[in-house]
């Protein structure tokens, strides 16, 4: 399984597209509770749960990950059925036709819409929450929130830099890999000076994907980040010409492992499925995924050789989280609400870690002894790294309005150079 998140619209697009109707671009306020709600016993989270009972949610999402779409069409379906009587509803949908959806009716002044649920991070939901389609706060309404994740982790707070406020709740996390055939290149190299070495000692034999695919997109930052350090991209402000000169140093060394990668460095595979299918036959010799546990699901496959294994780089490889948000005009925000909190149990996290292999969201530190024996029990596949090693070394994302300019400066320096 290979991570995914497709390209949004950008925020001046997604502007233009409310200047027929939107007034006013601030986001919808914090729930309150319905007419029925209101004149039952109940209050706070129980409110929601009787409000929802009995409805449908519809979850929006990249419909292109069949783990993903299996469980969340099984076991979480089926919990949900079973405890409060909501059906889910898994809705497949690049993210660039959900955008466009959500702003087209943002501008028509459409106050009752069909998205409930949107799976999004990065500057997907900084175009989102620029732009107003997005409803809340709401997630210290929910309890399992309040109870399982960090109110600290930066990850809570920040989504690519930018202030969630409670506009969305985690889901997974994500973080980058190599991947390298250890019957074939015992080597890994561990740093941007050592794949160096690893190219010019087997020409034609390594790539990445081409920007914006969204692992080679993390890829070019990951270098950046090796070469430049990270710090300094936290809080730059999106000025192209300033970013270019910080990143100059990263620019050159792309542009030095041209002429010894895949196809001379004349053409980058269009995708990282692209990237996976050649590391499969061998073309190349390293993969790259945003999928931590990707090299257990390639070889249980048969993609990858069972001596597949991922590695990472010794100052650290970009990790981030994608979330789930509820849309601004959402007919069921209750039964939103309710769905993303049980997402957040242990239970389904647990149950998530074991068939998807994406890292969990919840804070150990608050997980029972019998909640954290769920996590213990997973087994990750071969050719995976441990849960804390990936997390030591975890790097931070840039801001989500760099990312875009940073493959617009990898396109006018490193292509065809």
Known sequence: MSIRFPRALTAAALSAALLAGCGSTAADPAPTPS????????????????????STVTFYGWGGDDARNQFLQTTVADTLKEKYDITLEVVGMDID????????????????????????????????KENGLLYGPFTQELPNFNAYVDPEDPETL????????????????AQLVLIHDSAVTPETPASTEELLEFVQKYPGKVTYPAPPDFTGSAFVRNVIYDICGWEQFQDMEPDKEALRAAVAPAMEYLRE??????????T???????LTNLFADGEVLLDISYSPYSPAVNIEKGVYPDTAQAFLWDKGTIGNTNYM?????????????????????????????????????????RLSAEEQALFDAVDTG???????????????????????LIEEIWAEEVVGQ
């Open 35 to 54: 007419a029925s709600a209101a004149g039952s016993a109940l209050t706070g989270f129980d409110a929601l749960v009787e409000e929802a009972r009995g």
């Open 97 to 128: 036709a959900i955008l466009a959806k959500l702003s087209g009716e943002k501008g028509a002044g459409q106050d009752a819409g069909t998205i409930d649920m949107i799976w999004i991070n990065g500057e997907n939901f900084y175009s989102c």
């Open 158 to 173: 920040t989504d690519f830099c930018y202030p969630i406020e409670g506009y969305e709740a985690p889901y997974a996390k």
């Open 257 to 266: 492992l041209n002429p010894y990668l895949w196809n001379g460095g004349e």
């Open 268 to 274: 980058f595979p269009a995708s990282s499925t692209q």
């Open 325 to 365: 948000a509820i849309a601004y005009n959402a007919p069921n925000k209750a039964g939103a609400m309710v769905v993303i909190h049980e997402l957040l149990s242990p239970e389904l996290q647990a149950a998530q870690y074991d068939a998807q292999k994406v890292l969990p969201v919840l804070d150990e530190a």
């Open 382 to 404: 071969d050719g995976t790294l441990p849960q804390d090693e990936l997390l030591e070394h975890r790097l931070p994302e840039m801001p989500a309005a760099l990312v875009p």
